[in-house]
């Protein structure tokens, strides 16, 4: 059965302090995985696609990679404003994406 | 940008109303789909829609059914309200397939009484 996986739960950091998050995975056939970002009580905004193992993408302190089993979401010298909860998807064979149940990070000043 | 909007942010209903959660989408995106979301599990499937008058159930459809009469715009339509339907409701779109980011809007928070 296709399955995301996502660790922690939940997250607290110190600003500055950096760390990852963690996105396991267990589809046939990965076309894509999707990262969001989601503040409370909005909806998802989207980040990052990967598409194949190897690949990475960044976006501001924000930095995903892939592999054959999972992704992660690297977060360097976090601000306060990076509190959210990130969620990942992963695409497999049809229209539908697989969602992980987030990770809800927060960074304390 | 893509920007999708949903009738309401709020809404607050009776056990066995009839319910309409409305979404519309200004790119042209030929995917739409609707999710509930709550805490601790992940978005949810409800339906989508990949063109006009074109519906494929998701992974929760039981409940609920779909209306799409125009490209731009995608309705969720609860026939008669449970208290188990209390829920963030989300809407997405997204190109064909190949193209499949989803863009998402802001949500509705519906608490059924």
């Known amino acids: 059965e296709d399955q995301v996986t996502q660790s922690p739960e939940a997250l607290r950091l110190q600003e500055g302090e950096s760390s990852s998050l963690n996105c396991s995975y267990t589809?046939?056939?990965?076309?894509?995985l999707f990262w969001y970002r989601q503040d409370p009580g909005k909806g998802p905004e989207f980040l990052f696609t990967?598409?194949?193992?190897?690949e990475e993408k960044e976006k501001e302190r924000l930095k995903a990679t892939l592999t054959k089993k999972e992704s992660f979401l690297h977060i360097t010298a976090p601000k306060p404003e990076d509190s959210a909860t990130y969620l990942c998807?992963?695409?497999?064979?049809?229209?539908?994406?697989?969602w992980g149940a987030g990770t809800k990070l927060i960074i304390k000043p | 940008d893509v920007k999708v909007t949903q009738s309401s942010r709020y809404l607050v209903k009776r056990t066995g109303e009839k319910v309409f959660l409305e979404c519309v989408q200004d790119?042209?995106?030929?995917?739409m789909f609707w999710y509930r979301q709550d805490p601790g599990l992940g978005l949810r499937l409800i339906y989508f829609?990949?063109?006009?008058?074109?519906?494929e159930k998701g992974d929760i459809p039981e409940g609920y059914s779909v209306s799409r009469e125009k490209k731009e715009r995608f309705s969720l339509i609860l026939e008669s309200a449970s208290t188990n339907q209390t829920s963030m409701y989300l809407c997405?779109?997204?190109?064909?397939?190949?193209?499949?980011?989803?863009?998402f809007g802001p949500g509705t928070r519906l608490l059924v009484l």
């Open positions: 829609s990949y063109d006009v008058k074109m519906k």
């Open positions: 589809v046939s056939g990965l076309r894509g």
């Open positions: 790119m042209d995106h030929e995917n």
């Open positions: 990967l598409y194949s193992a190897g």
């Open positions: 998807a992963v695409q497999a064979r049809s229209y539908q994406l697989i």
């Open positions: 997405a779109s997204s190109l064909p397939q190949g193209q499949e980011t989803q863009y």
